[in-house]
């Protein structure tokens, strides 16, 4: 049973859109010197705030994740650590809100922790402009519907992200997600990076309202009861499940 569901939601994300002269022979040549030039211009950045997450932070430097890409294939995304490995008398780590520092909500809040996805653009995981990559563990919690996000290549930056980024629900973040998917262009991709810069000079959404870190899907919709707690730890129990395979 469930793998003709699986099944299905990839049946849907394949035929979920036609894609257009820009998406199919431009985009992803435009994205990859475009992360080129970015890498080689921005050379120095990198190597000071490898520095400084290093002595800060210590090591690794790099934060490895594995996150679902194109057709939902998992790719490892790399970001700048932000967090400490504290953990409890039991050795498990603290939660986020305690492990995130000072200097790492910096990071978070220019964005710079962002910048070894460059490397994932130029690996062709990513692209300049998409859905952003969301963890395995929400993916399953996403409906049929909302899993077509997946039929293209994740963004460092997003029509989401230019609409609230992490100050807005998951079902309109879903929905900007959607929306994109449906209407890619050279010129809307060009807006959407423009205004991604002004957002990070401006620092606005980095953060959900009340809370110092995004909430997980899962958590979101058991909070707001709209799955029950069997429904949840299944749900959980198939990502950990996805992320073996890999």
Known sequence: MQSEVKEEVKS????????????????????????LMSIIVLNPVFIMVAVFVRLKLGSPVLFKQKRPGLNEKIFTMYKFRTMTDEQDENGDLLPDSLRLTKFGKFLRSTSLDELPELFNIIKGDMSIVGPRPQLVRDMVFMTQEQRKRHSVHPGLTGWAQINGRNNVTWEEKLMLDLEYINDISFIKDWSIIFLTVAKVFMKEDIST????????????????????EDEYFFAIEESERLLVKK
Do not use: C, Q
């Open 12 to 35: 849907n994300i394949h035929s979920s859109k036609s894609s257009g002269v820009y998406e199919r022979i431009i985009k992803r040549p435009m994205d990859f010197i475009l992360a």
């Open 209 to 228: 309202e009340g809370l110092d870190t995004a909430e997980d899907l899962g958590d979101y919709l058991l909070r707001k009861k709209k799955i029950s």
